[in-house]
Structure formats: C-alpha cells, structure tokens
C-alpha cells in the first residue's frame, strides 16, 4: 500500500508587530517594546486522499478533534499522496493510476479546494508528493518509472512547470522529502533497498545525485527531523527502522548503526515539530509504535509498547503543534493526544474516511478555525411561506427576517454546506413525479430566501430532503411513493435536475447523508426499518447497501414508527427516532452496513434527533411531552446515556445544532414557535434562551453558519 511522507513547516505567513512608545523625562528618546508574533503553529485544515477523492476536515486545536468539511473528487485517479506548501495557499496530490499531479488553491478562510487547471504529467505510478520549504518546488517520486520529477511552483498561481527530465532513483521509489534548508532531498527506493540523496539547485531545483545509502527492506517512507541533522526510514519488509546522519555540507548519509525494531510492515514515518519523536504506522500489525529521539545522536529508542490503530494503517501525521498525531487506515483516521514529555500516545475517538484514507497533509496558521451562526429557516405545514432568522452569534437569539413564499404543506428544510442554498419540500400526494420541491438562493449577507425558478419535480410526498457534503447532490425521501429520489445540484444556482430514484421500504419519512459522503440512511415509517445507500461520488447514483447481513438490499429493523434518522458528525454511529426511544447504530465504515444497535428511552413520541458538533451529546424533540431530552454518547459504542429533559413548545416536531455547536434549535408545531438553547459545552446542559414566533405549524428548522 502508499505511504506518505509528513510534510513540515506549513503555514500561513505572520506578521510581527512592533509597538512604540516615547521615553520619559524630555529627552527624546525611544522605547520599542516587541509584542511577540502569533504562534503559527496552530492546526486549522487537513486533506486526506481516498477512493478517487479528497476529503476535507477541520482541526480542533484544543481536542485534536477532526471535524469533516466535504470532499472534492479528485483530478486524477487513484490519489496516493497529497502535500501542502509552506504558505498554506495551494495543495498537490500525486495520482498513480492517471500518473500525474493535481493542483489546488486553498481557501484560506473554509479549507475549500480549487482545481488549478488540468493535472500535470508525472512519471509511471507517482507515489509521493513534496514541496520544499521555500515553497518554490515541488517534487515527486516515481514508482514504476523508478525516477523523481521535479516542477517549479508559480508563487502567484500554485501551477506546476516541469523543470527539466525527471531524475533516476532507485527501484520502486516510494517516498520522497526535502530537508529543512531546502539544500538537499531523500527518496526511499522500496526495490533496491537503499536511500538516494540529491542536491537541490537553489535557483532551479534541478537534482544532483549525492549518493545512495542502505537501509532495510522494502523501504516505505522517508523524513527528516526538523534540525535537518538526521533521517529516518521505515522498512516495510524488514520491519524496522534506519536512522542516518546528515552532512550538513553535502548532504550525504551516514548510518547510525543496526535499525531499530518496528511493528509489521511498517507503512510510514514522521518526526514531531519539536524533533524529539518520531512515529511508525505499522500496515500489517495495525497499530502505532512511538519513539523518543536523542537530539544530541540522532537515535531512537522505543517509547513504550506499540498502540493500537485500526485496520491497515497507511500513513502517519503529526499537527503542526505537536499536540496529535493522526493515522490514516481503511475507511478511518485515528487520533491521539501526545505526551510533550514522554512522547507516549493516548488514544482520542477516530473519525470515519471515504475508503481507504492513504495520505494525510495539514495547513496551519495563527488562529483555530472558528464556525459562527448566521441564520435558521423553518418550514411550515400550513400556509405558503418559508420563514428566516438572524442568529445572534453570541447569545443564539433568533431576529425575525421577511418570509419567503412558497408552495404550502412544507414537509422540511435544508441547507447546502455552503451555506448558500437552502431546499423544502412539500407535501403533493400525486403517483407522478409533480413540483413540490422549492430551491432558494441564501443572501449572504442578510440571509433573506429568494426562490429559485420553478420547483423541482420529485415524486409522491416528499418528506425529508438532505444535501450530500460536496454540495452536488440532494435526495429526497418520497413517503407516498416508498423512493429516493436523486437530483444534481447546480453549482451556480442551487437549481435541482432529477436524476432518477431508487426504491426504499414502506413510508420513507426521513434521510440523512453521513458526513464522509459516502452513505446514505432512510427511516421508512410504514415498515418499520432502515434502508442504507452507497453514493457514488461522480455521478451521484445510489446502490442500495445490504443493511442485514442477509439478503442483498434488505433494510435492518429500527423499532415501530421510526420518524427521523441522523449520522453523528464522526460518521461513526446512526440515531434514529422510534415510539417511545431511540436506537444507535455502529456503522461499519467500510460497507455502510448498521451493527450493534442499542435503544434508549426518550420521551412521549419522539420526533426528530440531532448530534452536536463535537460529537459528545445528543438531543431529541419528543412530539407528546413536549419536552428535549439530553444523551451523552459513548464515544467508542455510540451507547447513548439520558441526562437530563428540558421543557419546549407544544409538539416538537424538529431540532437544530448550529455550526459553532452553541445553540439548539426547536421548531414547536403546535404552539407555531421556535425555542431556543444554549449548550452547556461541557455538559451538553440546554439553558432556555426563550421563543420566536415562527408561523403556522413550523415543522421543521435547519441552520447555516461561516467558517473563519
């Protein structure tokens, strides 16, 4: 499998302030007291390749949590490695099976990505991607054609040029670094068993051969510790790791001594910012072995026993902090928090990834990625209209925004990721597909509605509708007509096309997308059950998942009267809401399949369930009690605990949990209100913050935010 190589000193650039202040005592003199510049350190977007995508996440400096962001579908095919400039402004990724390089601005304020033109050509089968520390070049190693290409970066665009003909390496080269100074860069042969060093030309990074150094089989991955005095290979084969001295004149190699033992088929290694550990992901053990680093020889010593990871881990990441370490694996990223003394690793809750997640690179600046809330909309049953709020971003207050009309009988609302499209479907009981789903363009700034032409034709009562994470696709769970139906996304005007539809059980009353984008769960109310869709991240097509181990396209029991069903924001566990409870659902991340389901008792009827951001507590509005109940969640089962009940409106119908994970929403059908919360961040406790008036029989509510 690939391997990545970490690579350090991303960033986005600082500026250092001076603050100035005259000297006492009539004499003229200056004082100049220096205030510090704002660490850039601080983790705020990682991307991960895997199954022909790039995936999105956002990087909770103070937890390490990984928090999805939306995927892109990759330029290339089969996306092996994916890297970072310094700057923190453009991304590259080395596409093996299409044997080319894909290019993409970074969006400095949403982590989004931009294709940068068509991809550029490579060698056979690159396996690994670097930029050097001036950001002025990029390099790549070869597999097949057992060679290096190197590109010049244009710092105003990102785009790639090819700076001359690729350079030879060894057999099977399979990873590739620069050092620290940006003199000289290491590529690990897997074939010949040994290290290439190169020169690089300052003006025209153009490669000159240092010389090749042996270390142990079937080498994997190659780094360099931040003082730029030693390296570290992983070999795959023997199971070990080499550890060399750099001549810091010429750049050559020279062994530190026999290879210090590693799990099975160690798969990739990287080195802490502050260079005192280093960490191995071992493929064929499944676990992580940690290393303390002697900064005066350059050897390592084992910290500890090794530390479990999941299945097949691929590559290894540490944050530009030096706080977490994250391993990429089959459909999963694992974290852990590290112990600044001892290097040590303390496993943290993991996040699902589309398929095999292989290569991991991270941008990092001054400050931590912040979501803020900025609007609600609420669907209503009774009259045509739409009707919008303001959020206060500090209280959660809701400000009443001009309503929108609409077609009547509204069954629910959403909003795309960005925030700029919002959909409602409505209740039209025909057997033909007819318009009864509206589109909306979001003001940005104001966050009025504006509809937008005709409504979409779907099918017989549409009773939920969900936006995938790219913002490409929506599907609609048609009651009447037992469906899902799917529909492409215009990506300039929100307006839907219909694209088709695929049977569901009986009474499809709610659908959620998991976070990763790969799944989809319907909540079918007449029998009783849950239907699972694999999406394909092209096309948007749905293959029905085998939800009960048994017959293929079967659906998996979910209790009497299931109304809602929602996906936790790791991808890791489904809720959905029955008579008088809820039942968690561990999905298996490879297959979409639902295992190990668990019930817990909510109140009278409940509605509708939503998980808050950090993935810790779950709410539930319960139609009958009119009341919220309050779940923690076991972050490894997804076993959830009641912990308290708060009073809302008469027949809660739906709950919201803004994007900053500070407020909750509750759409009250039969009092025609909202009410709303804040969040307790430690607790998960629901305050009352009070009500709003939101028309006539509000159904439904959906929030948007930002992200800075």
């Given at each position: 499998?690939?391997?990545?190589?970490?690579?350090?000193?991303?960033?986005?650039?600082?500026?250092?302030?001076?603050?100035?202040?005259?000297?006492?005592?009539?004499?003229?003199?200056?004082?100049?007291?220096?205030?510090?510049e704002p660490a850039d350190n601080v983790p705020r977007f990682a991307y991960v390749t895997g199954s022909d995508t790039l995936s999105i996440y956002t990087v909770n400096p103070a937890t390490g949590q990984l928090r999805h962001n939306g995927?892109?579908?990759?330029?290339?095919?089969?996306?092996?490695?994916?890297?970072?400039?310094?700057?923190?402004?453009?991304?590259?990724?080395?596409?093996?099976?299409?044997?080319?390089?894909?290019?993409?601005?970074?969006?400095?304020?949403?982590?989004?990505?931009?294709?940068?033109?068509?991809?550029?050509?490579?060698?056979?089968?690159?396996?690994?991607?670097?930029?050097?520390?001036?950001?002025?070049?990029?390099?790549?190693?070869?597999?097949?054609?057992?060679?290096?290409?190197?590109?010049?970066?244009?710092?105003?665009?990102?785009?790639?040029?090819?700076?001359?003909?690729?350079?030879?390496?060894?057999?099977?080269?399979?990873?590739?670094?620069?050092?620290?100074?940006?003199?000289?860069?290491?590529?690990?042969?897997?074939?010949?068993?040994?290290?290439?060093?190169?020169?690089?030309?300052?003006?025209?990074?153009?490669?000159?051969?240092?010389?090749?150094?042996?270390?142990?089989?079937?080498?994997?991955?190659?780094?360099?510790?931040?003082?730029?005095?030693?390296?570290?290979?992983?070999?795959?084969?023997?199971?070990?790791?080499?550890?060399?001295?750099?001549?810091?004149?010429?750049?050559?190699?020279?062994?530190?001594?026999?290879?210090?033992?590693?799990?099975?088929?160690?798969?990739?290694?990287?080195?802490?910012?502050?260079?005192?550990?280093?960490?191995?992901?071992?493929?064929?053990?499944?676990?992580?072995?940690?290393?303390?680093?002697?900064?005066?020889?350059?050897?390592?010593?084992?910290?500890?026993?090794?530390?479990?990871?999941?299945?097949?881990?691929?590559?290894?990441?540490?944050?530009?902090?030096?706080?977490?370490?994250?391993?990429?694996?089959?459909?999963?990223?694992?974290?852990?928090?590290?112990?600044?003394?001892?290097?040590?690793?303390?496993?943290?809750?993991?996040?699902?990834?589309?398929?095999a997640s292989v290569a991991m690179a991270m941008t990092r600046g001054t400050t931590a990625v912040t979501y803020t809330p900025r609007f609600a909309y609420t669907a209503q049953y009774g009259p045509d209209i739409v009707s919008a709020y303001?959020?206060?971003?500090?209280?959660?207050?809701?400000?009443?925004?001009?309503?929108?009309?609409?077609?009547?009988?509204?069954?629910?609302?959403?909003?795309?990721?960005?925030?700029?499209?919002?959909?409602?479907?409505?209740?039209?009981?025909?057997?033909?597909?007819?318009?009864?789903?509206?589109?909306?363009?979001?003001?940005?700034?104001?966050?009025?509605?504006?509809?937008?032409?005709?409504?979409?034709?779907?099918?017989?009562?549409?009773?939920?509708?969900?936006?995938?994470?790219?913002?490409?696709?929506?599907?609609?769970?048609?009651?009447?007509?037992?469906?899902?139906?799917?529909?492409?996304?215009?990506?300039?005007?929100?307006?839907?096309?219909?694209?088709?539809?695929?049977?569901?059980?009986?009474?499809?009353?709610?659908?959620?997308?998991?976070?990763?984008?790969?799944?989809?769960?319907?909540?079918?109310?007449?029998?009783?059950?849950?239907?699972?869709?694999?999406?394909?991240?092209?096309?948007?097509?749905?293959?029905?998942?085998?939800?009960?181990?048994?017959?293929?396209?079967?659906?998996?029991?979910?209790?009497?009267?299931?109304?809602?069903?929602?996906?936790?924001?790791?991808?890791?566990?489904?809720?959905?809401?029955?008579?008088?409870?809820?039942?968690?659902?561990?999905?298996?991340?490879?297959?979409?399949?639902?295992?190990?389901?668990?019930?817990?008792?909510?109140?009278?009827?409940?509605?509708?369930?939503?998980?808050?951001?950090?993935?810790?507590?779950?709410?539930?509005?319960?139609?009958?009690?009119?009341?919220?109940?309050?779940?923690?969640?076991?972050?490894?089962?997804?076993?959830?605990?009641?912990?308290?009940?708060?009073?809302?409106?008469?027949?809660?119908?739906?709950?919201?949990?803004?994007?900053?994970?500070?407020?909750?929403?509750?759409?009250?059908?039969?009092?025609?209100?909202?009410?709303?919360?804040?969040?307790?961040?430690?607790?998960?406790?629901?305050?009352?913050?009070?009500?709003?008036?939101?028309?006539?029989?509000?159904?439904?509510?959906?929030?948007?935010?930002?992200?800075?």
């Amino acid at each position: 499998m690939n391997i990545r190589t970490f690579v350090k000193y991303l960033g986005l650039l600082t500026t250092l302030s001076l603050l100035a202040a005259c000297g006492g005592g009539g004499n003229g003199s200056e004082s100049v007291t220096e205030v510090p510049e704002p660490a850039d350190n601080v983790p705020r977007f990682a991307y991960v390749t895997g199954s022909d995508t790039l995936s999105i996440y956002t990087v909770n400096p103070a937890t390490g949590q990984l928090r999805h962001n939306g995927y892109i579908v990759a330029a290339g095919t089969s996306p092996a490695s994916v890297t970072v400039d310094p700057s923190g402004r453009f991304a590259y990724v080395a596409n093996q099976s299409s044997d080319d390089i894909s290019a993409y601005t970074i969006n400095a304020s949403t982590g989004a990505l931009t294709s940068i033109g068509a991809p550029v050509a490579a060698g056979t089968t690159p396996y690994s991607v670097t930029v050097d520390p001036s950001g002025k070049f990029a390099y790549v190693a070869n597999w097949s054609s057992n060679n290096v290409s190197a590109y010049a970066i244009d710092a105003a665009t990102g785009a790639l040029t090819s700076v001359g003909p690729p350079v030879t390496a060894g057999v099977g080269p399979q990873s590739v670094t620069v050092d620290p100074s940006g003199r000289f860069a290491y590529v690990a042969n897997s074939g010949s068993g040994y290290v290439s060093a190169y020169r690089i030309d300052a003006s025209s990074g153009v490669l000159t051969i240092i010389g090749n150094s042996y270390a142990g089989s079937t080498l994997r991955s190659v780094t360099v510790d931040p003082s730029g005095r030693f390296a570290y290979v992983a070999n795959g084969g023997s199971g070990d790791v080499s550890a060399f001295n750099i001549n810091a004149t010429t750049g050559a190699l020279t062994s530190l001594g026999a290879a210090v033992a590693a799990g099975s088929n160690p798969q990739s290694i990287t080195i802490d910012p502050s260079g005192k550990f280093a960490y191995v992901a071992n493929s064929g053990s499944d676990d992580v072995s940690a290393y303390a680093i002697d900064t005066t020889t350059g050897a390592l010593t084992a910290v500890g026993a090794a530390v479990a990871a999941g299945l097949e881990p691929q590559s290894v990441t540490v944050d530009p902090s030096g706080k977490f370490v994250y391993v990429t694996g089959l459909s999963y990223i694992a974290t852990y928090a590290i112990n600044t003394v001892t290097g040590a690793l303390t496993a943290l809750p993991t996040v699902a990834g589309r398929g095999a997640s292989v290569a991991m690179a991270m941008t990092r600046g001054t400050t931590a990625v912040t979501y803020t809330p900025r609007f609600a909309y609420t669907a209503q049953y009774g009259p045509d209209i739409v009707s919008a709020y303001t959020i206060d971003a500090a209280s959660g207050a809701l400000t009443a925004l001009p309503n929108t009309s609409t077609l009547s009988l509204g069954t629910s609302v959403t909003v795309d990721p960005s925030g700029r499209f919002a959909y409602t479907t409505h209740e039209v009981l025909f057997e033909t597909p007819t318009v009864n789903v509206s589109t909306y363009t979001i003001d940005s700034t104001s966050g009025v509605l504006t509809r937008v032409g005709a409504a979409a034709a779907v099918a017989s009562f549409p009773a939920s509708i969900a936006v995938e994470p790219s913002g490409r696709f929506a599907y609609v769970a048609n009651s009447a007509s037992g469906s899902v139906s799917i529909h492409a996304i215009d990506a300039a005007t929100g307006a839907l096309t219909y694209e088709g539809f695929l049977a569901a059980e009986s009474g499809p009353v709610s659908i959620a997308v998991d976070p990763s984008g790969r799944f989809a769960y319907v909540a079918n109310n007449g029998s009783a059950s849950i239907s699972g869709y694999l999406l394909n991240a092209s096309s948007g097509a749905l293959t029905t998942i085998d939800l009960n181990g048994a017959i293929a396209g079967a659906a998996t029991g979910a209790g009497a009267d299931p109304t809602s069903v929602t996906v936790d924001p790791s991808g890791k566990f489904v809720y959905v809401t029955q008579i008088n409870g809820v039942n968690a659902y561990v999905i298996d991340t490879a297959t979409g399949a639902l295992i190990n389901a668990s019930f817990a008792v909510a109140g009278g009827n409940p509605r509708s369930v939503v998980v808050e951001p950090s993935g810790r507590f779950a709410y539930v509005a319960n139609g009958d009690s009119a009341n919220v109940s309050v779940f923690s969640i076991n972050a490894t089962t997804g076993f959830l605990t009641n912990i308290a009940t708060v009073a809302a409106g008469g027949q809660p119908r739906s709950i919201a949990v803004d994007a900053s994970g500070k407020f909750a929403y509750v759409a009250n059908a039969e009092s025609g209100t909202v009410s709303v919360y804040t969040i307790d961040a430690a607790s998960g406790a629901l305050s009352s913050v009070g009500t709003i008036a939101a028309g006539t029989f509000p159904v439904s509510i959906a929030t948007t935010g930002s992200i800075q």
